[in-house]
């Protein structure tokens, strides 16, 4: 589901709650639990999703310093690359894998630096290769990561 997708929905589970009572709504969400999987499907109708371990959405994730952090894929799809959307670098230190091959994850630690509480804008591009002399699908996704 996209950003957008999820705000609409939240808004509309907001609104309905609103008219039903006229007392405070209170919305708590989990922080997501590592490792992120990358769930990208080229089969049929492509689709994609950020998840937790617990299959809780993460397209937004919330991390410590120090923390490891790692991106998982299926066999079919390749991490490419996980870059910063602007001039911030990204606050990771390889620690593990990198992608770059089907199947293998994209794995990183969190550096411990001064720097306040974050956000960090990143994309991650992916490819998934749905066999059978099928073209390669290329995707750029576009989720947030927060350091605190």
Avoid at 96 to 120: A, E, F, M
């Amino acid at each position: 589901m996209s950003h957008a997708g999820a705000y609409r929905t939240l808004a509309a589970v907001l609104a309905a709650a609103s008219l039903v009572s006229c007392k405070k709504v209170i919305v708590n969400f989990a922080d997501p639990v590592g490792p992120i999987h990358v769930n990208f499907t080229c089969v049929g109708t492509p689709s994609i999703s950020l998840a937790d371990a617990s299959g809780n959405p993460a397209w937004t994730y919330r991390t410590k310093k120090k923390d490891p952090i790692s991106w998982v894929v299926g066999p079919a799809v390749t991490i490419d690359s996980i870059v910063s959307k602007d001039t911030i670098p990204l606050p990771l230190d390889p620690a593990g894998p990198q992608g770059g091959q089907p199947g293998l994850p994209y794995d990183s630690k969190v550096k411990d630096s001064n720097k306040p509480t974050t956000d960090y804008h990143y994309n991650i591009f992916a490819s998934c290769n749905p066999g059978g002399g099928a073209p390669v699908l290329q995707l750029k996704i576009d989720p947030e990561m927060i350091v605190r």
